[in-house]
């Protein structure tokens, strides 16, 4: 009977400390270059009622034992390294991998990863404490750092001491621009095609024998050319009939009234596509002038492919030679050509 209490009040107990300990982590989850602690038990030695004795044949029976329990084997710190965060303090530093930031006080040196420092009154890097934090200080007469275990100091920046500014020369960038952006030119469609006879029409065919006339076209008669150019200009312009006149001549007048596109004619539909490739403001109608005799029904456009500028920004601080900052930023511009970019610095 009392056997089976001590057990079970050996495992209350141990276990106890095992929430102390998972208390206590929790407790410190925000403290700088903690290590968290893990506890580990074993079992309590037996105790043996009676030895292993011969059984028949060739084989022994096993002995008599009953277990007294458990224990507490070892409490150990679990020292991996934590994640590194940026604080925005320039004083605030990390270790990455093994070691430690030397301390000193007037009765030694200290150890510790906990990399929360300042400067106090007298230029003194310190803890929190006021521990000052050890390092090797470089000798301005010598231009040389004396490293070496017995040339560590306290770390001291002199409140007072000035650095001439000096201005930035030469900016290094590396790494990739997205092969997947690309700069297209935007295109403008007829939503439907300019027939003859039940065939797409063709820059030949005259405009009065197209199927969308329903009333011919008489010299004079005009069509009206509006939208916007690339650049966001204004387009407004008329094209006038003449006897004999076919699609081609209207194809012509709209790539007139456009300084930035140029019309074609594809599978009977008059196309307008921009000069050159990017982000665009390209819009276009066409609609029969008023007082006209004749009368043609002319398609809708569509825009179907839009105009895409594929472009990448990053950024730089430079540094004049007064010291103060300029934010520099980058754009790189896809060209239509596989892997050329063009770039373009300002501030």
């Known amino acids: 009977m009392l056997r089976s209490l001590y057990s079970g009040v050996s495992g209350l107990i141990n276990h106890q400390m095992k929430m102390d300990i998972i208390g206590n982590n929790i407790a410190n989850i925000n403290t700088v270059g903690y290590k968290g602690g893990r506890i580990n038990f074993s079992e309590a030695l037996n105790q043996t009622l009676s030895n292993s004795t011969p059984g028949r044949?060739?084989?022994?029976?096993?002995?008599m034992q009953v277990g007294l329990g458990m224990k507490t084997a070892s409490i150990e710190n679990i020292f991996t390294q934590g994640n590194l965060e940026n604080t925005g303090i320039i004083t605030d530093m990390a270790l990455e991998g093994e070691g430690f930031f030397v301390l000193s006080?007037?009765?030694?040196?200290?150890?510790t990863r906990a990399g929360q420092f300042y400067f106090n009154a007298d230029g003194k890097l310190v803890n929190q404490r006021g521990l000052a934090v050890q390092g090797w200080m470089y000798n301005d007469n010598t231009n040389t750092v004396g490293f070496g275990a017995g040339n560590m100091s306290d770390i001291v920046i002199d409140p007072n001491l000035i650095s001439e500014a000096v201005e930035t020369e030469n900016v290094w960038l590396s790494g990739n621009l997205n092969a997947g952006l690309e700069t297209v030119a935007e295109v403008w469609n007829m939503g439907s095609a300019l027939t003859e006879a039940g065939a797409?029409?063709?820059?030949?065919?005259?405009?009065?024998?197209?199927?969308q006339v329903s009333t011919p076209y008489v010299a004079g008669d005009t069509i009206v050319i509006s939208g916007t150019d690339s650049d966001g200009t204004p387009v407004s312009a008329t094209y006038t009939y003449a006897a004999g006149d076919t699609v081609q001549d209207l194809a012509d007048a709209i790539s007139a009234a456009y300084s930035g596109a140029t019309a074609t004619i594809t599978d009977g539909k008059i196309v307008l596509t921009d000069d050159v490739a990017g982000t665009s403001s390209t819009t276009i109608s066409l609609s029969n002038g008023t007082g006209n005799t004749g009368s043609i029904t002319l398609p809708n456009y569509v825009n179907t492919v839009p105009g895409v500028t594929g472009t990448s920004r990053t950024s730089v601080v430079v540094y004049d030679s007064l010291g103060g900052s300029h934010n520099?930023?980058?754009?790189?511009?896809?060209?239509?050509?596989?892997?050329?970019?063009?770039?373009?610095?300002?501030?």
């Not at 754009?331 to 300002?346: C, L, R, Y």
């Open 57 to 63: 044949g060739t084989g022994y029976i096993n002995p």
């Open 105 to 111: 006080s007037t009765s030694g040196d200290y150890f």
């Open 200 to 211: 797409n029409a063709t820059g030949a065919t005259l405009l009065n024998n197209l199927e």
């Open 328 to 347: 520099i930023i980058i754009d790189f511009t896809k060209t239509t050509m596989d892997g050329q970019w063009t770039w373009e610095a300002s501030t």
